[in-house]
């Protein structure tokens, strides 16, 4: 579930502890906890519309005025953004997708327990997720990588409800009869 409109509050110290208790319970290989969060907000979220319109404005010095707008209003499309990393590092024998694939389901665990506090929150990514300047004004080790944006915030509006999945194109015994 997603939930792309949301308005203040996010939220607050103890709700977010929650959030990451069910977050650093994913199955995690090797015990290697590979995540980590930033929790951005208030004049954080500046600073980060900063670091992504400088990371563009390098990237392509022909950007055009209305990407760039675009891409500086990004991060005020809630009231606050987690960050969530895959805290990679050289294993013998967990490979690195194991350790994206951990931080994945944390930040599913994540999600879960925001809709749990009945927030609302949308997983994003984009070029700028993979963008060096980004990540290094980030402070990402070279390792390291950006698994999502997580925006979160209180739901403007009602919830949509969710649609009929067609479950047995999906899921089929096997072997087939
Ligand atoms: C790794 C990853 C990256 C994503 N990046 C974006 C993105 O940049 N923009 C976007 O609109 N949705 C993105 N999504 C999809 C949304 O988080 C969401 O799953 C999608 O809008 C479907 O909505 P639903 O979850 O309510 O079905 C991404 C999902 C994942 C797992």
Not at 24 to 35: C, E, I, S, T
Not at 105 to 126: M, P
Not at 147 to 164: L, R
Request: glycine residues 6%; hydrophobic residues 45%.
């Amino acid at each position: 579930m997603s939930i792309t409109k949301l308005m203040a509050p996010g939220p607050n110290e103890r709700q977010l502890l929650e959030i990451f208790k069910a977050a650093n319970r994913a199955p995690d290989h090797g015990k290697l906890q590979p995540w980590r969060f930033w929790v951005i907000e208030g004049e954080g979220l500046n600073r980060l519309s900063q670091v992504f319109v400088d990371a563009l404005s390098s990237y392509d010095a022909e950007i055009s005025p209305t990407v760039l707008e675009k891409t500086k209003n990004m991060p005020f499309r809630a009231p606050m953004i987690i960050v969530a990393i895959a805290k990679c590092e050289d294993h013998p024998k967990v490979p690195k997708q194991e350790q994206l694939l951990a931080c994945a389901c944390a930040t599913q665990n994540l999600l879960n327990a925001c809709f749990a506090l009945n927030f609302g929150a949308v997983w994003r990514t984009g070029e700028l997720a993979y963008n060096r300047d980004v990540k290094q004004s980030l402070g990402l080790k070279p390792m390291e990588e950006i698994i999502g944006f997580i925006y979160v915030g209180t739901p403007v509006g009602a919830i949509p409800s969710a649609p009929e999945a067609d479950t047995q194109a999906i899921f089929a015994t096997w072997p087939p009869i």
